[in-house]
């Protein structure tokens, strides 16, 4: 298991930048494929993005692509989400996730996932 603590939530004006981090415990992150999701009062958690082992390769959902990026920085256990010109749909909280098993592809559906961070809020006004 990866245990995972996210950070960097906050209230932003709509067109503001945000990076969220997850540091993961443990030294096997490196060895885990890599998600955020996010879920908005209401709704059901949605993938964001993912990200595999090395870095190399990365998906993101339509709603994120050109303005998101995912990133992981595996000597610091850490994943990154650089999030620019933010709109109110992106009003969430966000969640990092390790997947479900080690050098798997990265998958798009939280079951393809075994562990998940608490969550940090983000709040975009208009």
């Known amino acids: 298991q990866v245990q995972l603590v996210e950070s960097g939530g906050g209230l932003v004006q709509a067109g503001d930048s945000l990076t969220l981090s997850c540091v993961a415990s443990g030294r096997t992150f490196r060895a885990y494929a890599m998600g955020w999701f996010r879920q908005a009062p209401g709704k059901e958690r949605e993938f964001v993005a993912n990200i595999n082992v090395l870095g190399g390769t990365t998906t993101y959902a339509n709603s994120v692509k050109d303005r998101f990026t995912i990133s992981r920085d595996n000597v610091k256990n850490t994943l990154y989400l650089q999030m620019n010109r933010l709109i109110p749909e992106d009003t969430a909280v966000y969640y990092c996730?390790?997947?479900?098993?080690?050098?798997?592809?990265?998958?798009?559906?939280?079951?393809?996932?075994?562990?998940w961070g608490q969550g940090t809020q983000v709040t975009v006004s208009s």
């Open positions: 996730a390790a997947g479900a098993n080690p050098f798997n592809t990265p998958g798009g559906r939280p079951q393809d996932f075994g562990s």
